[in-house]
């Protein structure tokens, strides 16, 4: 059969998107999907992503990452999915979704999505680094010059060694260049390379900065390798509340594949 697709990327995060309203799409079939997402053989993406209806919203996140895996929480596929949606005139301007980690509310203009995140109140905090899950699980490291490390090999050792063995964790690696902003390099989990973002991740980097203070700043600036995002959260004691992650989404193209 032929499969229509369509590709967004956002701060150079690409997703395949797919219009899965009928239910049609085989979603147990982990080698079809890493193959779309292969960029030697297939489409090429850092994952694939599902719109499927909602009884209740306007409709249903269901991400899998390049290795064919359904994945937890992925920020910047979430604010994909919006300008996607608005695409296929589901939603105008505001939206509220279901996805893995809860319901999300979004708002699109000009190509730029600010998505609401999860609340986040558990971060273990050490001498090396942090640690939370901000809808996917996070590593943090701060670093005098994150433009020196190879985030590949040392990316891989972490998310692999202890204390995450199998389950594994994304790793960040941070570099602090203003009292409100940092650079970031980022380790994905399920794609095994580093990314050119990643939105969970960046959200993650925000509140690890601001509970290690770091930062005062609740509006967080963060450079990573595709461009630029924004975090924003309201601190109510121990936890971080109306947390949200802001930046372009954009579309690509769109084709057929068989498959």
Request: glycine fraction near 8%; charge should be negative.
């Amino acid at each position: 059969m032929n499969l229509h697709f369509f590709k967004y990327q956002g701060t150079g995060n690409d997703f395949i998107m797919i219009d899965n309203r009928e239910l049609f799409f085989p979603k147990n079939n982990e080698t079809l999907i890493n193959k779309l997402c292969d960029r030697k053989f297939g489409i090429g993406a850092d994952g694939l992503i599902l719109l499927e209806p909602s009884n209740t919203y306007d409709f249903k996140m269901i991400y899998f990452n390049a290795d064919g895996k359904e994945g937890s929480m992925c920020g910047n596929g979430g604010r994909c999915i919006v300008a996607f949606a608005k695409q296929l005139n589901i939603i105008n301007t505001k939206t509220t979704f279901d996805a893995v980690d809860g319901l999300h509310y979004a708002t699109i203009e000009n190509e730029q999505v600010n998505l609401k995140m999860i609340d986040v109140s558990n971060i273990e905090v050490t001498n090396d680094f942090s640690f939370l899950n901000t809808g996917s699980p996070h590593h943090i490291r701060f670093c005098d010059d994150v433009a020196s490390i190879n985030v590949k090999e040392l990316g891989a050792k972490i998310r692999y060694g202890a204390p995450y063995f199998e389950n594994g964790t994304n790793v960040n690696f941070v570099e602090q260049t203003s009292e409100n902003s940092f650079k970031v390099r980022t380790y994905e989990r399920g794609v095994e390379n580093e990314t050119l973002a990643c939105g969970t991740g960046v959200t993650a980097v925000a509140i690890a900065a601001s509970k290690t203070k770091k930062t005062t700043n609740q509006n967080i600036q963060i450079e990573v390798l595709g461009g630029t995002l924004e975090v924003s959260f309201k601190k109510e004691d121990n936890t971080y509340t109306n947390v949200f992650l802001k930046g372009p989404a954009q579309f690509v193209f769109e084709g057929n594949i068989r498959i």
